[in-house]
């Protein structure tokens, strides 16, 4: 069984070719259960810069992937193929770890990415897609994101895209003291960039949510305004900067919305910072004049040209995934010997018995102590002979090595499925 990537993200596709490959969780519940006869794990991790798919199987299945992600998305397999990158084996597992690391977000080191691969797990899991390989290796994720953050300072300055999208207004403004911003979402990312925006002295940050009791609660936290999500487009009209950061699969901010809210403020211009995906503001926006519109594209731009500070960091990050790749490639071999070292186990049992019971025929006045004393001898005799070779087996042979071996001791049992995990 080997580890398979398919993937899309920030580095190989632009925002409107990632926004059409982003998949909702139902979405990415619907793609587990279409892609479950090609393999039998199968996990899918979407978020706003990146969408891929790790699988387990006993051939190549890349190509199914790609087929079944084209056709539940929309997207032309010809155009994700051109934008994609797979990856196999240990290069596979080690790309996880990466980005679970954070090491390969646009935000270098940022923290968003652990709790999403964490949720791409727990989805994968609460569908039945997964298995003893891929469980183990997004736990080994999981551990090698919280270890890495812990002993080095390659997350130091980098929370979250939501951070970089407050420096990107601070660096427009050059100050927010005074400035009224609106944030539009209330989740885990609209609640980042307001708190990164009352740290950078924001003066009145308002709220606003499709729910309007997570807009309130939000709103509260920070003693400022929730406003009602169907007075967005008079929102607009006094706001210095918006925000926007929902979870919406449809655009939320429309060009006639902006062009609107342009003609009642006086020539001031309106700061907009979509770190959405799908976007919540439609790309036609950017031609209203007055308005100054960033997308996930420019955050990008902004985080490579800060990143330099924390590369030595992340040099030694590398190490850590290196350890951890390491740590799952052993796991992997001694699964897969697993079936072999049962078979011959049981074939060198079998021919200690009958040499045992050969041995006592020919010595027939043995008492019964001096009986157990020969039983115990041919045990531990088997057992020592047997040790180094299976230690050998279980922690240092290729699959190539196992494979003669077993044609040698007449192996052809199952394969490396038969393993407990």
């Not at 993937?7 to 793609?31: C, F, K, M, P, W």
């Not at 403004?173 to 925006?197: E, K, S």
């Amino acid at each position: 069984m080997t580890v398979l990537l398919l993937g899309v993200n920030h580095l190989t596709a632009d925002i409107d070719l990632r926004d059409r490959l982003s998949l909702t969780e139902q979405e990415v519940r619907e793609l587990l259960l279409s892609l479950a006869p090609a393999a039998p794990e199968i996990v899918a991790l979407s978020t706003c810069n990146r969408t891929e798919i790790y699988a387990v199987a006993q051939e190549n299945v890349t190509p199914a992937l790609l087929r079944t992600l084209s056709a539940h998305t929309g997207v032309p397999e010809v155009e994700i193929a051109a934008h994609s990158y797979t990856r196999s084996g240990e290069d596979a597992s080690h790309h996880l770890l990466a980005v679970a690391s954070g090491l390969d977000s646009v935000v270098l080191g940022e923290g968003q990415i652990l709790g999403q691969v964490r949720g791409a797990w727990e989805v994968a899991r609460a569908t039945g897609t997964v298995g003893p390989a891929l469980n183990t290796l997004f736990r080994y994720a999981l551990q090698a994101g919280k270890e890495i953050r812990s002993q080095t300072v390659v997350a130091r300055g980098a929370t979250s895209v939501a951070h970089a999208a407050v420096e990107l207004a601070r660096r427009e403004f050059g100050t927010l003291a005074g400035r009224t911003v609106l944030v539009l979402g209330a989740g885990a990312t609209g609640r980042v960039a307001a708190l990164n925006l009352r740290s950078a002295g924001a003066g009145k940050i308002a709220i606003t949510n499709r729910t309007a009791a997570r807009a309130d609660a939000l709103a509260a936290e920070l003693n400022g305004e929730a406003v009602a999500f169907d007075a967005l487009a008079d929102a607009l009209r006094d706001t210095d900067m918006l925000i926007a950061c929902s979870s919406s699969t449809e655009p939320l901010v429309t060009q006639p919305m902006l062009q609107d809210a342009l003609s009642g403020r006086g020539g001031r211009p309106l700061l907009v910072i979509d770190i959405a995906l799908p976007r919540n503001v439609e790309p036609a926006a950017r031609g209203v004049s007055g308005v100054l519109l960033y997308d996930m594209d420019n955050i990008q731009d902004l985080c490579e040209r800060n990143k330099h500070a924390r590369s030595a960091a992340a040099r030694r990050a590398k190490g850590n995934i290196d350890a951890w790749a390491a740590r799952y490639a052993q796991w992997q071999r001694e699964r897969e010997a697993v079936p072999l070292i049962q078979h011959l186990r049981a074939r060198a049992e079998q021919v200690r018995q009958e040499e045992l019971a050969d041995a006592l025929r020919h010595l027939p006045d043995l008492t019964e102590q001096e009986h157990a004393a020969v039983e115990a001898l041919s045990r531990s005799m088997l057992n020592r002979l047997m040790h180094q070779p299976l230690v050998w087996l279980k922690g240092r042979s290729t699959p190539e090595q196992r494979e003669l071996l077993g044609t040698i001791w007449d192996h052809d049992g199952p394969g490396p499925d038969a393993a407990t995990s």
